[in-house]
Nanobody, 120 residues
């Protein structure tokens, strides 16, 4: 019913930048919060950044000052600009959206994940 399509992951050198995108499509009335999570091997999935429908944001301490989350409500798309990347940023990054759908109300949806590898 609702699909999240991610793009932008890949291999980057330490100190480099990547921009992740995630577009939601389907029977969407509106989207409340959108967020990025990440999970490295052996670790739990953690919240990286979240943005509310009005644009307010929160970040994990580990990425503050380096990552920026933004959204385009007209496109139902969330972005994550990642700068000054470090090897410890290596993880599978997952898009999340709390979507208000027709008939069923608010529901949480996840993308399939995109791998970000930071290595020389």
């Amino acid at each position: 019913q609702v699909q999240l399509v991610e793009s932008g992951g890949g291999l980057v050198q330490p100190g480099g930048s990547l921009r992740l995108s995630c577009a939601a499509s389907g029977t969407i009335f509106s989207i409340n919060t959108m967020a990025w999570y990440r999970q490295a091997p052996g670790n739990q999935r953690e919240l990286v950044a979240v943005i509310a429908s009005g644009g307010s944001t929160n970040y994990a301490d580990s990425v503050k000052g380096r990552f920026t989350i933004s959204r385009d409500n007209a496109k139902n798309t969330v972005y994550l600009q990642m700068n000054s990347l470090k090897p410890e940023d290596t993880a599978v990054y997952y898009c999340n959206a709390h979507v208000i759908v027709y008939a069923r109300g608010g529901m949480d949806y996840w993308g399939k994940g995109t791998l970000v590898t930071v290595s020389s």
